[in-house]
Every structure is written in C-alpha cells, then in structure tokens.
C-alpha cells in the first residue's frame, strides 16, 4: 500500500519535473525562435504524443530539445541572416546618400579585411565607443581568419563583399562570378549573413565583378570621403582626408587589412569624437539606406 504511494508520488513527481522541463525549454526556445510558430508547435506536439510519460525522462526531455534545436537550426539554415536592402538601391551604384537636413548620419567603413591585430583592433574601438560599422571582407582573408570575421557579425556589424582576391584586371564572367559568389558563400557559411552589398575593389566598376554584382541586384557601395590610409599618412592628414569631404549622408573609407593600418587604428578613435561633436550619429551602410529611403518614400506620398 504505501509502497504504491510511494509510486505514485513519484510518478506525479515525474510528471510535473517534464511538466516544467517542457515549460522552460518551450520558453527558451519559444524567446529564440519567433519564427514558423506553427510548424514548430507541430513538432512539438508530436513528440509530445509519441512519448508516453512513462518512458524515461531524460530521454524524452533529450529528444525534445534535439528536435526543436534540429528545427530551429534547419530554419536559420535556411534563411541566413538577410538584411535587406531597399529595393530603390538593388543592382545600383552609390558613393553616398541624402538625408534630410535634420538626419546627420554619417557610415564607417572598413576594407580587405579581416586581417589579425588590425580588425581586432578596430573592433575594440568601435565597442568602446558604442559605434556601428560596415566591413567589406575579402574571402580569402576571411577563409583565413574565419574567427575574426564572426567577430565583426556578433559585435553587431554589417559583413559585405569586396571579392575572393581584390583583382584589378579585367575578369571574363566565369571569373568575376565567382570573385562574388564564393565570397558571398564563405561570409553565409562562416557568420550566417546573407549579404547583397558589394564594394568593388579599387573602385573599379569595369572590369567584371562590379557589373556581375549589379546584375544579381547587389547594391555597389562606393565612398564620398577617402581617408587614403593606404599611403599611410599622418593621423592629422587623415583625419583632415575624411573630415574635408565629409557630409551627412557620407561614406567613410578606411582599411582594416591589406598593409599595415597602425595609423587607421590611432586616428579612428579621434574621428569618431570629432564627428559626434558635430552633431554626427554613425549608421551602417543598410540602416543609411533605410534611412534615405523611409524619406524618399514618405516624400512620394505627399
Ligand atoms: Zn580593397
């Protein structure tokens, strides 16, 4: 009799630690994933029914979780991370934009990364300051330093493509192709973006990947002000670069790798204290584009 009791109590003790296991798996997950509510609820009854409560808990409990992280996971797979560019700027070149007068934005941006001390370095900057940027990412530097590069994305940053070698010559299509897929590949497989943001390397929109880009309706990101760290100036000549031809709506171009950035990494931190004493907030390239084209859209309406 009592030996009974003592059964059903801890079937009923049973019962409410899956009862609360399932509760809080169900949360976690349910905080996490947003995404096709339903499918995963068909899921998740399913599995519900098939096990009876008298299997054994952990197992059920094991079972659960892998099927839900399956679901989750195969979704995310599926999707990537897609920040999508308005469709005004799809298979369109742009150095800058207009913003209202009121709206002072101004974007960072960061090629031929990412490259060891260098991005790192910058990152560490742009944290400390609470600032956004955009990194256009070489592929091979990314294959190469894959750890830095899912840095740039879980620090909030915009990952974008700036091709798998840097060429400047002329590619016939094949080539210029694959200078863009297989970096659009590797930024998906290594950090989960989708990215449809390209910036030619050298500026060069002549010579194959830029127009392979376009054509696949990337938005070709060009730049309005020119830091020229790449000849290695002084940290008062390159702040001076930027500041001079800087404007709201502006696109700063620096360099994270490719050559030694040390002069970059020491005028980053002044830059950013000189344009937010000009009224300026930092947006990435996609938010600038947002932006523009929210006004655009509400200016059409009128
Ligand atoms: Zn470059």
Do not use: C
Request: hydrophobic share 35%; glycine share 6%.
């Amino acid at each position: 009799m009592r030996k009974k009791r003592r059964r059903r109590l801890k079937l009923l003790n049973l019962a409410l630690l899956i009862g609360l296991a399932v509760l809080t798996v169900t949360l976690i997950v349910g905080m996490l994933i947003p995404i096709k509510q339903t499918v995963f609820s068909n899921n998740f009854k399913q599995a519900v029914n098939a096990s009876s409560f008298t299997n054994n808990t952990n197992a059920l409990i094991e079972s659960l979780k892998t099927q839900m992280l399956d679901s989750w996971q195969q979704e995310a797979k599926e999707k990537g991370v897609f920040e999508e560019i308005p469709k005004r700027y799809q298979g369109v070149t742009l150095n800058s934009v207009k913003p209202n007068q009121s709206e002072k934005i101004i974007a960072l941006t960061f090629d031929d990364g990412p490259w060891p001390k260098y991005t790192e370095k910058i990152l560490d900057i742009l944290k400390e300051n609470n600032v956004k940027g955009t990194f256009f990412v070489i592929g091979q530097n990314l294959k190469n330093f894959s750890e830095i590069g899912k840095r740039i994305v879980s620090d909030g940053h915009t990952i974008a493509n700036h091709t798998w070698h840097h060429w400047y010559h002329k590619m016939n299509s094949k080539t210029a192709a694959f200078e863009i897929d297989a970096t659009a590949d590797l930024i998906y497989k290594t950090t989960g973006v989708r990215t449809t943001l390209f910036r030619p390397p050298g500026g060069i929109v002549s010579n194959g990947p830029a127009g392979y880009a376009s054509s696949k309706n990337y938005s070709v990101i060009m730049w309005s002000a020119d830091s020229i760290d790449y000849k290695r100036p002084t940290v008062t000549r390159l702040l001076r670069n930027v500041t001079r031809a800087s404007k709201p709506g502006g696109i700063v171009l620096m360099h994270d790798g490719g050559g030694i950035r040390d002069r970059t990494v020491q005028a980053l931190p002044k830059m950013i204290k000189t344009f937010r004493k000009q009224g300026y907030k930092f947006v990435t390239i996609p938010e600038m584009l947002e932006i523009e084209d929210k006004q655009l859209a509400s200016i059409s309406k009128k």
